[in-house]
């Protein structure tokens, strides 16, 4: 599966950054291609391209706010979930997301 996404927490500090990492390190451990940009205090960093969300499967939205830039997703599969939930089960959440939207990796 080809993930594509945004992390983002009310702060902009912690939870954008511990959100991506769970979500990295448990897509790499499940077989799947993950990129995930943060929207945080110091601006957006590893901003998305038009070709890495054109290739994915699923955009998930791991936030605590409203974040910029979702018009990108329009025709996309899009899950929007807490930053708590990717930080506390992020494979439950992955595993979830392959079945629910019939997808393979």
Request: proline residues 3%; charged residues 25%; aromatic residues 2%.
């Given at each position: 599966?080809?993930?594509?996404?945004?992390?983002?927490?009310?702060?902009?500090?912690?939870?954008?950054?511990?959100a991506k990492e769970k979500l990295l390190k448990a897509a790499a451990s499940l077989g799947h291609e993950i990129h995930i940009e943060t929207q945080g205090t110091i601006g957006t960093e590893d901003e998305?391209?038009?070709?890495?969300?054109?290739?994915?499967?699923?955009?998930?939205?791991?936030?605590?706010?409203?974040?910029?830039?979702?018009?990108?997703?329009?025709?996309?599969?899009?899950?929007?979930?807490?930053?708590?939930?990717?930080?506390?089960?992020?494979?439950?959440?992955?595993?979830?997301?392959?079945?629910?939207?019939?997808?393979?990796?």
């Amino acid at each position: 599966m080809k993930i594509v996404g945004i992390a983002a927490c009310t702060s902009g500090i912690a939870h954008t950054y511990i959100a991506k990492e769970k979500l990295l390190k448990a897509a790499a451990s499940l077989g799947h291609e993950i990129h995930i940009e943060t929207q945080g205090t110091i601006g957006t960093e590893d901003e998305l391209t038009p070709s890495d969300i054109k290739a994915a499967d699923v955009v998930i939205i791991a936030a605590d706010i409203n974040v910029g830039g979702k018009e990108r997703f329009v025709g996309k599969r899009t899950v929007n979930v807490p930053t708590h939930v990717v930080i506390k089960s992020p494979k439950a959440l992955l595993n979830k997301i392959e079945s629910e939207l019939g997808l393979v990796k």
